[in-house]
């Protein structure tokens, strides 16, 4: 058989593979740090499994101790990692890996998970093209298996139960999904939506009737999907734990209905720190298990098939940035294609595991002290990027931005999803809607309710300024796209693009824009303070976050900060340059302020890896706090940090802070 599907074995390959006495494995609701190695197997590869030994597998858990191993079983090329019954396997499987792996984290009290790719299978479209998702010029998708067709059920479903039989698995880590799948025009997709929607053509754009019907349609038609493979794994072995790559991420800002056991995405490319900043925020906000896993590697993006692998100290920085917002952290990395991962990489995970175990105590399962909130708006991207799901690239850049500034000015932020907004608006003094271009009626009248009950709202943007035209004094022009310049307290900063000309009327300016690099005339209105019921809206009326999420210029950052402190007294005041970021949390009574040190983080395609990180000092601590703490360390190591209380506040100072620092107050 040349495609070798279903092909028979000798029924000892199909065997459970014996394990010894196991120890105990978490639950992945209780795991903290973990390992992620795929392969993605294929036709080509000559010697699978090959260098993998029992020997080198004990090695790194003996020194990594993750908490499990999450090794590939089948990657988007569709073929099987192992000599699988069901399916086609890669070519020339030398041993078999998920064997040695399950029998090595058995041992350690690890858990073993798989990593497996779900709705993207290239190979099942090549055996049945019949299973393709169907473009709207009527090809076959090569990749994307369609949603209503038969591929879960003949294929997928098999492979899993097949694994997870064959080596007592813990759980999988489902790849290629929310991000991979694609709008269907094959003929059960098109049958299925005119039957529900009574349109006879299938929308194929943004200009034909239909459209966001069509959009949701699909997107329902997915979480069938997801629905129906989990509750299926549930039933024939309801240990074992899923998670949907990305989804209930910012990729699917949705409320978490589906039975899905955790939540996790992989992080990666360029700024990987701004990326991780949002996606952290937003995960700890939506109430369930999750973790974050960062790439180990870095490709430069003028030779895909150039690796450069990130240092120790460069994986702790990315690490800090979830770990303060109470979440779990794993590193994805590519074995040889022979299963062989290098000493030298193993120290580096053995590095990082040690920095994020000594954090674990006051990072894991953390709760907010909640600061600012910054509004992230399902509405504005299922309406206006024209997709199914993220990665949505720049749509995001709105709340990125925001949130990237609102770090770098010192303030401790939060994302708060749309979905949450009507149960966490009561929590913040101050909620910030970043410039989405569509946020919508319903998340306008919520705002609305909160500052008229006595709550702080900053808008930004020419949409949201036009969308509270009513409860805003001023009279808005025609917004067009403008050259707008910031003037900095060194430099000016460009925050060109669509800006609302405003007459101010009773509303006080409290910044301003100018159409060139002269501060001297022409300047017009940027920014204005008004009152609305019990509360207040501050406006600026132009893409500060878009603009702030690509320059990182200063001069916004600082008129961002001159715009919020109209509106806001936050109780932490640091006195650091704007590279610390800072977090507050809470746990087990104990509140707890993390210090992030963001100097030396990736942005540049061409510097993909970094090996030091200048420690940052001193920084100066003012802390607002119900009661005066009876002791104040410095976490890890428990040092106590002295200080003064002053009229409510703890007062006090650090020499440093070298990547991340916990001062707890107790």
Known sequence: ???????????????????????????????????????????????????????????????????YIQYDCKGHVGYMGYQSSVSTPASNIMKDS???????????????????????????????????????????????????????????????????????????????????????????????????????????????????EFLDFHRAA?????????????????????????????????????????????????ASI?????????????????????????HNPASDTTVSH??????????????AQGGGFQIYYQPTRAGWIDDRNVGVMERVAQFCRERQEVSHKTETVPGIGVLFSTHSLYTSANKMFGGWGAHTNPARGIVDALAAAHYTVDVIPEWKLDESASQYRLIV????????????????????????????????????AAELPVRLGQASKQQAFIAGTEVFGNVSGLWADVEPGEAKVIGTRFPTFDSRRDGVPAATLSSLGSGRIAAIYGPLGAT?????????REFLRQVVSAVYTPDLVLKAPPVIEAVLRRKDGVTLLHLLN?????????????????????????????????????????????????????????????????????
């Not at 702030?548 to 916004?556: D, E, I, N, R």
């Not at 890890?636 to 802070?657: E, F, K, T, Y």
């Open 310 to 323: 990130k240092p120790a100290v460069q994986l702790q920085q990315e690490a800090a940035v979830v770990l």
């Open 433 to 468: 809607l970043p410039d989405w271009p569509a946020t919508g009626a319903k998340v306008k009248e919520a705002l609305a309710r909160y500052v008229r009950g006595g709550g702080s709202l900053l808008l930004v943007g020419a949409a949201n300024a036009s969308l509270f």
């Open 1 to 67: 058989m040349t495609r070798r599907q279903f092909a028979p074995l000798a029924s000892s390959l199909l065997a459970p593979v014996p394990v010894p006495a196991q120890k105990r494995r978490l639950r992945r609701e209780d795991c903290f740090f973990g390992l992620h190695f795929d392969l993605h197997p294929n036709d080509k590869d000559k010697a699978l499994g090959r260098d993998l030994t029992s020997g080198m597998a004990n090695r790194l858990l003996d020194r990594v101790k993750p908490d």
């Open 598 to 666: 963001a100097a030396q983080m990736q942005v540049a395609a061409d510097y993909g890896t970094m090996d030091y990180i200048p420690p940052v000092g001193p920084v100066t601590i003012s802390l607002r706090l119900d009661r005066r703490p009876a002791r104040v360390t410095v976490e890890p190591g428990g040092q106590v940090l002295p200080g003064a209380w002053i009229n409510g506040a703890w007062v006090g100072a650090l020499d440093r802070v070298g990547v991340h620092t916990v001062v707890a107050f107790r």
């Open 548 to 556: 702030y999420a690509t320059t990182h210029a200063p001069p916004a």
């Open 222 to 270: 997915f979480r069938r999907y997801v629905k129906h493979y989990i509750d299926e794994l549930h039933r024939f072995r309801p240990s074992f734990q899923v998670a949907s790559n990305w989804l209930y991420t910012t990729f699917v800002p949705e409320r978490p209905e589906l039975p899905v056991d955790f939540i996790s995405g992989d992080y990666l490319g360029n």
């Open 98 to 212: 998920l064997a040695i792996w399950r029998r090595a984290t058995a041992e350690h009290g690890a858990g073993l998970y798989i990593h497996f790719s779900g709705v993207w299978d290239s190979l099942a479209i090549q055996q049945h093209p019949e299973w393709a998702s169907v473009q709207a010029g009527g090809t076959k998708d090569p990749n994307a298996t369609s949603t209503f067709g038969p591929y879960v059920d003949e294929r997928m479903l098999p492979q899993l139960k097949e694994a997870i039989e064959r080596y007592d698995l813990d759980g999988a880590w489902v790849d290629g999904e929310c991000w991979a799948v694609r709008l269907d025009y094959s003929a059960a997709a098109a049958d299925a939506f005119r039957k529900s929607s009574g349109l006879a053509d299938l929308p194929k754009g943004p200009a034909d009737p239909g459209w966001q």
């Open 274 to 298: 701004s990326t991780a900043r949002l996606e952290a925020r937003y995960l700890s906000a939506v109430g369930k298990p999750w973790d974050l896993m960062a790439w180990g590697f870095q």
